[in-house]
């Protein structure tokens, strides 16, 4: 057996560069930017008011309070979107919304909860301002020139704000990744039909698509192929010629009709290893025509897992991420999670808990590597060393799913 770790260096020392492009911004979320961002222009552009309320000269205001309001003359008002026509005097305020320009001469925002209209041309303002009162100045928020975002920031909604509130229209940045996913064996059906005896519904698939889908890859689905080596093969060549990278679930065992093993292995380019972890212990991989295959073990909680560990980081680096793999928390079992030697790392399906700075941890059901439900119970896969497991508040590392 080899150890994850082996494993797991192997592929990711065997996988192609990242690919940079120019994307349009909406495209962009959930990829790396290639190249850092600066900023051409200042957001906001101009010096706003935060507040609805009077703009007016701070000094006016001097001594104003509930008892003593200070009156001055409305000259004007001012609505967000509309260049001010008019400057405030001494003893001057304009109506004004928030978001509209600071017009000429005023250099305070007083709240309009502060104030009173006194006929259609004045308004009493009941509390004194400072200078720079709720206006909000010019590059505030993002000074021209500055690097707003570094290379390798990976782009999430509130990112794409920023961009597009910069008039940044497209990114460069690391290339999604259009991933096939396939499923083997003749025992797999899908769709609303009747099983017929020995016949099981096909769960990778769909299973696999959403976790290519969610690890920020665009999925592409290969359907089911048939336990046949020439069968295989063709889909195969057509997927690697057609993906970045392609997944297989089934026949990588070492069952007689183990059809991806055997085809990887007559395409030249097979790398099989028996990984000392549980579930997941078989995996196959290659490099055809550059592109990475996984051929991930049958089992759907093996699917699941081995996907986690060798496919989800090989994706994410090689769409530029820096932080491939899922967080690894310390946590304290809630529960007994007992287990035998077996020279292997077992990977439990746990529901974690955080209370008080704490990660707790229970198995979210049956451990069997067909095991499904408990797999999607699950907030995270306890690590447990080769030995007899833990005790109700020993220590144990988690890796955190969601
Ligand atoms: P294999 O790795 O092909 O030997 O499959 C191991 C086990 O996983 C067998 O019980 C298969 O029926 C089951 N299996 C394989 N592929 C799938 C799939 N796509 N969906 C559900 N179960 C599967
Ligand atoms: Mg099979």
Known sequence: ????????????????APVAALVPRAEAVGLALAEAIAADEPVPPFAN????????????????????????RMVG?????????????????IRIMTGAPIPEGADAIVMVERTARDGDDAVLVRASAGVGDHVRGAGGD???????????????????????????????????????????GDELREGPVALAPGQIRDSNRPMLLALVAEAGC??????????????????????????DAVITSGGVSVGDYDVVKAVLDRMGALRW???????????????????????????????????????????????????CSRPTVDAVADAPLPRRPDGKTHFDRVRVRYEDGRYFVVRSGAQASNALAAMADADGLAILPDGDGCDTGDSLRVMLLR
């Open 273 to 323: 290893w028996q990984v000392a972890i549980k579930p997941a212990k078989p995996l196959a991989f290659a490099r055809l025509r550059e592109t990475p295959v996984f051929g991930l073990p049958g089992n759907p909680v093996s699917s699941h897992v081995s996907f986690e560990l060798f496919a989800r980081p090989a994706l994410r680096k090689m769409m530029g991420h820096a932080a």
């Open 49 to 72: 008011t935060a507040m609805d309320g009077y703009a007016l000269r701070a000094a006016d205001t001097e001594g104003a309070s509930d008892d003593t309001p200070v009156r001055l």
């Open 142 to 184: 993002v000074a021209a020139g500055q690097e707003v975002f570094a290379a390798g920031t990976v782009l999430a909604p509130a990112h794409l704000g920023v961009l597009a509130s910069l008039g940044v229209e497209q990114v460069r940045v690391f290339r999604r990744l259009r991933v096939g996913v396939m499923s083997t």
């Open 1 to 16: 057996m080899f150890s994850l770790d082996e494993v797991r260096d192997e592929i990711l020392g065997a996988l192609p």
């Open 77 to 93: 008002e001012l609505a967000a979107g509309h260049a001010p026509t008019l400057p405030v005097g001494p003893g001057e305020a």
């Open 218 to 243: 665009l999925a592409v689905d290969l359907g089911i192929g048939h336990d046949d080596e020439a069968f295989v093969q063709r889909a195969i060549e057509n997927a690697v010629a057609t993906c």
